[in-house]
T-cell receptor, first 114, second 111 residues
Framework: GAGVSQSPSNKVTEKGKDVELRCDPISGHTALYWYRQRLGQGLEFLIYFQGNSAPDKSGLPSDRFSAERTGESVSTLTIQRTQQEDSAVYLC????????????FGDGTRLSIL | QKEVEQDPGPLSVPEGAIVSLNCTYSNSAFQYFMWYRQYSRKGPELLMYTYSSGNKEDGRFTAQVDKSSKYISLFIRDSQPSDSATYLCAMRIQGAQKLVFGQGTRLTINP
């Protein structure tokens, strides 16, 4: 079946602009996660959704970062007033509701801030 | 100090060799341990998922967890060029949702 889908796959924008990244989880997966991967680094947790609510936003690095999820499916991650240090691959994952279930990742959005 | 330490490599071995990849961690509350494989410009793909200490085998892959030493390993037998990728360890606390990742080890299998 279809996996986690992310769009766009690549995004280049100028410093100071706002960007929106989209994630379509696997059908039936109520848990959704956003991670960031800087060049040559492991993944950093950003935010977790269970359904439409976000019980854990502890990884969002600043108030320029926000995320929402509607209809227990699609999620958008928004970065306002982008900075060069925001350049990274932004990865989305989804899983079934039970916390013991493994997380399945999309291929990410590669964001470059000029 | 990072919660999860992983040697970034790069690691280069000949085809057919046994590969050993390792991570150490500092938080004794971690209970779930995972290994992901990540090809260039792709998302991480789950390889192994284990709970607490012990061994788990799946085909050419074996995962080991030693909680007393806070050390986990992934062994790849009969390595193939298609195994060339970055391998990421990840772990999670019971009841928590977020995964904590190592830096990843870049592995190349030479034909």
């Amino acid at each position: 079946g279809a996996g986690v889908s992310q769009s766009p796959s690549n995004k280049v924008t100028e410093k100071g602009k706002d960007v929106e990244l989209r994630c379509d989880p696997i059908s039936g997966h109520t848990a959704l996660y956003w991670y960031r991967q800087r060049l040559g680094q492991g993944l950093e947790f950003l935010i977790y959704f269970q359904g439409n609510s976000a019980p854990d936003k502890s990884g969002l690095p600043s108030d320029r970062f926000s995320a929402e999820r509607t209809g227990e499916s699609v999620s958008t991650l928004t970065i306002q007033r982008t900075q060069q240090e925001d350049s990274a691959v932004y990865l989305c994952a989804s899983s079934l509701a039970n916390s013991n279930q493994p997380q399945h990742f999309g291929d990410g959005t590669r964001l470059s801030i000029l | 100090q990072k919660e999860v330490e992983q040697d970034p490599g790069p690691l280069s071995v000949p085809e057919g060799a046994i590969v050993s990849l390792n991570c150490t961690y500092s938080n004794s509350a971690f209970q779930y341990f995972m290994w992901y494989r990540q090809y260039s410009r792709k998302g991480p793909e789950l390889l192994m998922y284990t709970y607490s200490s012990g061994n788990k085998e799946d085909g050419r892959f074996t995962a080991q967890v030693d909680k007393s030493s806070k050390y986990i390993s992934l062994f790849i037998r009969d390595s193939q060029p298609s195994d060339s990728a970055t391998y990421l360890c990840a772990m999670r606390i019971q009841g928590a949702q977020k995964l904590v990742f190592g830096q990843g080890t870049r592995l190349t299998i030479n034909p």
